[in-house]
């Protein structure tokens, strides 16, 4: 496994949802100031993936860290 020079995140659409947060994940994302590398739908889990430039936190509920190696599934960036 390559180390990852970004950092994954999962937002539950769940959780947001109990919070208030409503609109796609994307929108929010962007919205909480984080600049998007890449996003991958979890339609099973109903949440999303995400891949972002950095950490900003503190982390509302419905975001968590996750070890997800985005350049081993899709190539490097």
């Not at 968590?64 to 899709?74: G, K, L, Q, S």
Request: proline share 4%; net charge negative; aromatic share 14%.
């Amino acid at each position: 496994m390559s180390e990852n020079k970004y950092v994954q995140l999962s937002y539950c659409y769940r959780t947001a949802g109990e919070m208030g947060v409503r609109g796609h994940a994307n929108q929010q994302m962007i919205k909480l100031g984080y600049n998007l590398i890449a996003g991958v739908p979890q339609s099973m889990g109903d949440c999303y993936w995400y891949t972002v430039e950095k950490l900003i936190e503190p982390l509302p509920e419905y975001l968590r860290v996750i070890e997800y190696d985005f350049e081993h599934w899709h190539g490097k960036l």
